[in-house]
C-alpha cells in the first residue's frame, strides 16, 4: 500500500487547537497565571490547613482550579472570583472528609499525620496543637467560616459568598463558631488583664 | 436574644492584624476588650488564627501557574474527547449487538433447519409479540442513551 502525501491542510488539523480548549477553560492563560499568583498561596494554606496532608492539598488545589476554569460563571469582579475559588475548595474539602472520615482525635505532634510538627516550639506549639484537638469536635462550616473570617480577614458579606449563606447567618455562624473554640479550648486568654 | 456582635469588633481585628494585640493596644479598647466578652474571644481567635495562617504561609509550595494551567487543558482535551467519542461506542456497540445476534440467528436456522415461513405465519397469527418486542426496544433505548450520555 503507497502512503499519499499529507496536505497542509490535514497538518493544520492535527495541530493541538489551544483556541478550542480556551473556550471550555473559560479564561485566557495570562488572565488565569495574574489569579493564580493572587490566590494559589491562600488557597494551598487553607487547603493544607483543613485536611493537614500537604499531598492532598496538592491535588485539591490542581481540582479546585480545574473546576474553577471549567464553571461557566459570570464573575462580576476580582472578589467574586475569588470566593467562588474558596467556595470551590471548600466544597472539595468536605467531600473529602465525607469520604474520609477524620479521626476524633488528631495524633499527637510529632506523630505521623499531625499537620504542624517540625517548625513549632514552645507556648505556639502548644498552642496549635490544643487548636488542633479544638477543631477535632467544630463542624466543617463552623471551620471554614473561622478560617475565612480570621485567618483570611474575608469580609462577613465576603463569608457568604464563599458558604452560600445569608449575612446575618454568618454572623450567628461566627459567634457560635467562636465562643464553642473558645470553650474547647479552656476559656478565653484575655491578654490584656496583664501584658502577655 | 443576646448580643452576637460588638461594634468594636473591627478595631480589635485591625489591632491583631496589625500587630498591636495585645501589646500595644490603646487604653480605652483594652478596658473594652477585658469587660466585652465577644470581643475578648474575637481577640484570641483572630490572634490564633493569625499565627496559623503565618504558619501555613510558611510552608505553601504551590506549583507554578504553568504547571497547573497546562494540566487542566490535558484534562479538558481528554474530557472533549471522552465526549466526543460517546456516540461512536453507542453505535459500535449496536453495531456489535446487531451483528451477534443476524449471525446466532442464521446458526440457529442452520442447525435446526428452523422453518422461517412458519415463523412469518406465527408473526402474522399473533402480531402482539412483535408489537411487545417494538415496544421493548423503545423503551430500552433512552435508558442505554441516557447511560451513553450522561457524566459518570
Request: glycine share 6%; aromatic share 8%.
Amino acid at each position: 500500500m503507497i502512503m499519499r502525501d499529507i496536505t497542509l491542510s490535514e497538518l493544520e488539523l492535527l495541530r493541538p487547537r489551544t483556541e478550542d480548549t480556551d473556550d471550555t477553560l473559560q479564561m485566557d492563560q495570562e488572565s488565569f497565571g495574574a489569579f493564580y499568583e493572587r490566590t494559589a498561596r491562600p488557597v494551598w494554606a487553607y487547603l493544607w490547613r483543613r485536611t493537614g496532608d500537604g499531598h492532598l492539598a496538592d491535588d485539591l488545589l490542581q481540582e479546585a482550579y480545574y473546576r474553577f476554569l471549567r464553571a461557566r460563571v459570570a464573575h462580576e469582579n476580582e472578589t467574586h472570583r475569588r470566593n467562588y475559588l474558596f467556595r470551590i475548595a471548600a466544597n472539595l474539602v468536605n467531600d473529602n472528609h465525607r469520604r474520609q472520615p477524620v479521626p476524633l482525635e488528631l495524633p499527637e505532634e510529632g506523630k505521623p499525620g499531625h499537620p504542624v510538627s517540625d517548625f513549632s516550639i514552645g507556648l505556639q506549639s502548644q498552642r496549635r496543637a490544643d487548636l488542633d484537638r479544638a477543631l477535632v469536635h467544630m463542624s466543617s462550616r463552623q471551620k471554614d467560616a473561622l478560617w475565612l473570617a480570621y485567618a483570611e480577614g474575608s469580609s462577613h458579606q465576603e463569608i457568604a459568598d464563599t458558604l452560600g449563606l445569608k449575612v446575618g447567618s454568618v454572623k450567628l455562624l461566627l459567634f457560635r463558631a467562636r465562643r464553642k473554640l473558645v470553650k474547647l479550648m479552656g476559656g478565653p486568654m484575655v491578654a490584656v488583664k496583664g501584658k502577655s | 436574644m443576646s448580643r452576637i456582635e460588638c461594634r468594636y469588633e473591627t478595631e480589635i481585628l485591625d489591632a491583631v492584624a496589625s500587630g498591636r494585640w495585645p501589646d500595644r493596644l490603646d487604653a480605652e479598647l483594652r478596658d473594652h476588650v477585658s469587660s466585652c466578652g465577644i470581643c475578648s474571644e474575637v481577640a484570641m481567635v483572630s490572634a490564633l488564627y493569625r499565627d496559623e495562617y503565618a504558619s501555613a504561609m510558611d510552608q505553601v509550595r504551590v506549583p507554578t501557574a504553568g504547571l497547573v494551567w497546562w494540566k487542566a487543558e490535558l484534562r479538558a482535551r481528554r474530557e472533549a474527547v471522552r465526549v466526543a467519542s460517546r456516540p461512536i461506542t453507542l453505535v459500535t456497540g449496536i453495531a456489535g449487538a446487531g451483528t451477534i445476534a443476524v449471525l446466532a440467528a442464521l446458526l440457529l436456522g442452520y442447525s435446526k433447519q428452523i422453518d422461517l415461513a412458519a415463523v412469518s405465519a406465527f408473526f402474522l397469527a399473533l402480531p402482539m409479540v412483535l408489537w411487545l418486542a417494538l415496544a421493548v426496544i423503545l423503551a430500552v433505548t433512552p435508558i442505554a442513551l441516557y447511560f451513553v450520555y450522561s457524566d459518570e
